[in-house]
């Protein structure tokens, strides 16, 4: 019979790969937590007034925002500029009784950093069923425009279109979560 050497844990280099994984979670978790915190005192403004004066972050982020307003979110600006709802074309059309919902959304960094943006940052939510705005209507103008991912530099916008498609008649809101780890959201009602 033969007689294996058996390395203890400790010397195994994959072990040491997963330790390593898990704490550069666990601390950006902890640094994520601990940013929102020190933002408990900012209020988010819009271009028609300043929303409810709270500490309550959680508060200022499920605020309704209508078409229009501008949403200072931590310096970062959005703005959905336009809705539209529209039919598809003879080669995209959408399911029975839903039509393609395509807002205008407007981005502008004012922090002092540069910013990503993702259009998977937004949902379009119809009664409370939010789903991913990544359709394509068969018109030109929007499917050629639509908001993509990218990095803006201090000071620097950027316009594009997300598409969803929804009953028209449904409650419709365009959803933005600002941060991937919890379920936040600022809310603009579409309808």
Do not use: C, H, R
């Amino acid at each position: 019979m033969q007689n294996k050497n058996v390395k203890p844990w400790y010397k195994v280099w994959w072990i040491w790969v997963i330790i390593v994984v898990v704490l550069f979670v666990l601390f950006s978790m902890i640094g994520v937590s601990s940013s929102d915190n020190d933002s408990s005192s900012k209020d988010v403004k819009t271009t028609k007034g300043t929303a409810k004066k709270t500490s309550d972050s959680t508060s200022a982020l499920n605020k309704q925002y209508k078409v229009g307003q501008t949403i200072d979110y931590k310096g970062y600006k959005i703005k959905v500029d336009d809705v539209t709802y529209d039919n598809g074309s003879e080669f995209e059309t959408p399911k029975s009784g839903n039509k393609y919902v395509v807002s205008k959304v407007t981005i502008k960094n004012d922090t002092d950093d540069k910013q990503d943006y993702n259009p998977y940052d937004f949902k379009l939510s119809a009664n409370g069923n939010a789903t991913d705005l990544d359709e394509s209507t068969g018109n030109d103008n929007y499917d050629n425009n639509d908001l993509n991912s990218g990095t803006l530099a201090k000071g620097a916008s950027v316009t594009g279109y997300l598409i969803g498609q929804a009953n028209p008649s449904a409650k419709l809101k365009l959803q933005y979560q600002p941060n991937y780890f919890d379920n936040k959201t600022v809310d603009v009602d579409l309808n």
